[in-house]
């Protein structure tokens, strides 16, 4: 079994709670590492949810036969509809890795880098607004669009797929994530985080700071200075 060297933060900033939940585990039998990190809007509920239930439900869809992309979709459907929250929402980010072999799924504005001793690679999308796909996605679902929000009534989203917020499921901010599978290298650092890190800092930036002989919580701590 390769090494394994993790550290998690979280910062509630100017906010009166934290919002945010994560997940990360390792199995000793198969190997396996399973987390994810969730950014919750309008109260924690949805990601306290998500935080749960998909790591459980992938593991399960998987061991049914159910093929791992799916497994990971059908997740993030059953996290969302979790006690039918109308105008609580959270994104999403979970991934899976066994070997040399990385799934990730993505439903909102967090984000994964993954960086090997030559470059940086973003491994997921960004479901905003201003990414030309998903505005033309939400338009045709009858969406108005205002700045940088996607608006239902006087609610806004300043994201484009999310968790929770059923009514704005009718216009077209979906729960179904981005499901990509990567290979990774022999040596690799995967930075997984919500818009706390990604609002401040650019790729680029992180990759900069991140070094190999830094220990995953010496880096964690270089990344807020």
């Not at 960086?115 to 939400?138: A, G, K, P, S």
């Not at 994201?159 to 979906?174: E, F, N």
């Not at 930036?205 to 995953?216: G, T, Y």
Request: aromatic share 8%; with cysteine; hydrophobic share 40%.
């Amino acid at each position: 079994m390769p090494l394994i060297d993790s550290y998690i933060l979280t910062d509630t900033g100017t906010r009166n709670q934290m919002e945010d939940r994560y997940n990360l585990s390792l199995s000793n039998k198969t190997g396996m590492i399973l987390g994810g990190v969730y950014d919750g809007h309008g109260g924690p509920d949805v990601a306290e949810n998500a935080s749960r239930i998909i790591p459980k439900e992938v593991v399960m869809q998987a061991r049914n036969g159910v093929n791992i992309k799916d497994a990971f979709k059908k997740a993030f459907r059953v996290a969302s509809c979790e006690g039918k929250h109308l105008y609580v929402g959270s994104t999403a980010l979970a991934f899976l890795i066994q070997g040399r072999t990385l799934i990730v799924a993505n439903a909102g504005d967090c984000r994964m880098l993954l960086i090997d001793e030559n470059h940086n690679t973003q491994l997921t999308t960004d479901h905003r607004v201003t990414n030309q796909d998903e505005f033309n996605r939400l338009i045709a679902a009858g969406a108005t669009i205002k700045g940088n929000r996607v608006f239902y009534d006087e609610f806004g989203l300043n994201i484009s797929r999310a968790l929770g917020d059923l009514a704005m499921k009718k216009i077209g901010v979906t729960d179904e994530p981005d499901v990509g599978v990567f290979k990774l290298p022999e040596r690799y650092i995967l930075i997984a985080a919500t818009d706390g890190l990604w609002g401040y800092l650019k790729n680029h930036q992180v990759s900069k700071i991140v070094k190999f002989d830094l220990s995953a919580e010496e880096i964690g701590r270089e990344l807020i200075r």
